[in-house]
């Protein structure tokens, strides 16, 4: 087997535990909320999963061996209703738009692409939090 | 473009200063670009605000956020007076500045790619993603 000569870089890494952590919040969010806002907890889970995979093929790709989550990840306030779930949402969606906009500076044309596109779903994902727009999301 | 795409990952380019380098900036014109489509947006909100007053409280912090952006890519504050707006109804004047937001956002990836220095790709990335979401605020306001 030849040596690994690419690494995954430090935005790709820290972009995926940024997912990661949207994984495990999303759970938490979808179980105070019902109806509409549940379903709509249980779609972002769902597409979060799907850029968590993606950037984990990313990683593999450079050569690394991507990282596992940790067991929980702690939210920076207690989750215990619709209103600090849905908090939670937001800050999760803000952040994501930092992760994958760094991480779209660090990259090549098409992976930039992707990682823009993202960022701005991220940021429109934040909005139907109830979340207001800000001129550098995060 | 695709020599500092490729060298940019390895991070050779850390702590290479550009000013060492006696060549015209090449992210100038898309700092340009960029400044002449906020400075018509900020124009766009100025025109929909002064036809119908009503808007103010929605649209004025839109434009704010796009004087930041302009302010960002290093654009003067001098503005245009603005295209008189011939949209027929406040309804009309949203349509219109969402569309012209849409058109933004997407403007921004395609800048953000074309960005050679990391913290301008990011800083359009994130203008962008702002832009995005005025487009799901315009969407959402009662006329």
Request: net charge negative; proline share 6%; charged share 15%.
């Amino acid at each position: 087997m030849t040596e690994p000569i690419l690494l995954a870089s430090e935005e790709l890494l820290s972009t995926l535990h940024g997912e990661y952590e949207a994984v495990y919040a999303y759970g938490l969010i979808g179980a105070h909320l019902s109806g509409a806002a549940e379903e709509r907890a249980r779609k972002a889970l769902a597409t979060h999963r799907q850029l968590r995979d993606q950037l984990r093929t990313s990683v593999a790709d450079t050569g690394t061996q991507p990282p596992v989550p940790a067991a929980a990840y702690a939210p920076p306030t207690p989750v215990d209703s619709a209103a600090t779930a849905t908090a939670l949402a937001i800050t999760v969606e803000r952040r994501l738009v930092r992760c994958w906009s760094a991480l779209a500076s660090s990259s090549t044309t098409d992976a930039r692409i992707n990682a823009a596109r993202t960022a701005q779903e991220c940021a429109v994902r934040a909005m139907s939090w109830g979340a207001t727009s800000q001129p550098f999301p995060g | 473009m695709l020599v500092g795409a490729a060298i940019a990952p390895l991070g050779l380019l850390a702590g290479c200063s550009a000013s060492a380098i006696l060549l015209p900036d090449p992210d100038d014109s898309v700092r340009s670009d960029v400044a002449a489509s906020e400075r018509n947006l900020i124009a766009a909100y100025t025109s929909a605000i002064s036809a119908y007053p009503k808007l103010a409280a929605v649209l004025g912090p839109l434009r704010d956020q796009h004087r930041d952006h302009l302010n960002a890519v290093g654009g003067t504050a001098d503005e245009l007076p603005g295209p008189s707006n011939s949209s027929t109804g406040a309804k009309a004047a949203l349509s219109a500045l969402t569309a012209a937001e849409l058109v933004a956002a997407r403007e921004r990836v395609a800048q953000c790619v074309a960005a050679q220095a990391k913290d301008l790709a990011w800083t359009l990335s994130l203008i962008g993603s702002s832009e995005a979401q005025h487009a799901v605020a315009l969407a959402g306001v009662k006329t």
